[in-house]
């Protein structure tokens, strides 16, 4: 079986290839963390897919391979990752997903997710890096569940479309395309889910199928690297968790609440006396913000914050996940300690480092009552 996902993970990438994807090989390739840095025989064309996407007027396509896919199956998989998760998982059916977290007993995010279902199982979309710890963390609390948890990365292929038209290209090949956030859709053997309002999805499929869209929607669409869309998501202020961030924030320092990736009245899991008591009872001092540098070194998870002219050698924050922008600098988001992101000006690395300047969030975080 290894051998023959092997090979259909290699035939995607080979089509890719062909379709004049480059190759980023920034991990171990036993576990497949290369992506696609960019299309095309010129280097700077990373830079114009980065500003084609930020500027939202045409459609693009992007390969998912640098995440991977956990596919839980079995009768008793519902309930199984309803008592591991920190968001409601009875909420999820064929037609709807959701954003959910993973945590340790002490309210720590271990990892977030997108959660659905295709066919006889439920998946969790996490970045590729990450899958094999948490997958051999949620075998441990399996014992006698009727569940099988498998790494399905390389069976199931994934891309990404998002731009104005992108639902209208795919209406013109599906009869059914989700229109709204969060839903989902199956046909023709592919797995569509809308991720922002008619304008993004992601795409699951096997490698035949997902090869198949991709060409047909090749005319109309410009296919892009990942760094372009991992701009996307930091602009729409969605988190993710990497090696270097795992058990660093609990989910409300990473908005989940805001996100719908939260819920506060589901049963137990790992973490939630200390999840809920934060809500009810405590004052959230962190929280994510989205923030920009113009300084071009490198910023990456994990990175620490300072306050501008403070004594102490503890940073005032940590970067969840940031990607350079095609004008200069860096985008990123990064949970903040509030009264130090309200009080001074910040700085990367440290406390005279390069500056930084907070952006307004896409949503709204409310006040626990």
Request: one cysteine or more.
């Amino acid at each position: 079986m290894s051998k023959l996902k092997n090979m259909i993970h290699n035939n995607w990438q080979q089509f890719l290839t062909t379709q004049g994807a480059q190759w980023d090989d920034t991990g171990n390739s036993d576990t497949h963390h290369n992506q696609v840095h960019y299309f095309g025989d010129d280097p700077g064309n990373a830079a114009v897919e980065k500003r084609m996407a930020l500027a939202g007027k045409q459609t693009i396509l992007c390969d998912l391979s640098h995440y991977g896919v956990i596919q839980a199956v079995g009768p008793e998989s519902e309930s199984f990752l309803q008592n591991q998760f920190c968001n409601d998982v009875h909420n999820v059916s064929t037609l709807h997903s959701q954003l959910n977290a993973y945590c340790t007993p002490k309210g720590r995010v271990l990892a977030f997710f997108r959660l659905f279902q295709r066919e006889e199982g439920y998946y969790l979309r996490l970045p590729q890096e990450i899958l094999e710890p948490v997958l051999r963390r949620l075998r441990m609390y399996v014992m006698m569940t009727k569940t099988t948890l498998s790494d399905a990365s390389d069976t199931l292929a994934r891309m990404g479309c998002a731009g104005p038209q992108a639902g209208q290209h795919l209406r013109a090949l599906f009869d059914a395309v989700p229109a709204t956030t969060d839903a989902v859709t199956h046909t023709a053997g592919l797995t569509i889910i809308c991720i922002q309002a008619d304008t993004r999805f992601e795409i699951y499929g096997d490698e035949t199928a997902v090869q198949h869209l991709w060409q047909q929607l090749a005319d109309n669409t410009t296919p892009v690297g990942a760094g372009a869309w991992e701009l996307l998501d930091i602009h729409a202020a969605l988190p993710d968790v990497y090696a270097q961030t795992q058990e660093a924030f609990v989910p409300q320092m990473l908005n989940l609440q805001a996100i719908n990736a939260l819920s506060f009245k589901k049963g137990c899991y790992p973490g939630q006396e200390i999840v809920a008591r934060m809500h009810y009872l405590g004052k959230l001092k962190r929280r994510m913000f989205v923030a920009h540098t113009d300084d071009n070194s490198p910023v990456q998870a994990g990175d620490t914050l300072y306050s501008e002219g403070s004594e102490s050698a503890q940073g005032v924050g940590k970067v969840v996940r940031a990607q350079h922008n095609p004008e200069g600098g860096s985008d990123l988001l990064a949970v903040i300690e509030i009264s130090s992101a309200e009080e001074r000006p910040l700085r990367l690395h440290d406390t005279h480092g390069p500056l930084l300047k907070l952006l307004t969030l896409p949503y709204v975080i409310e006040e626990a009552q």
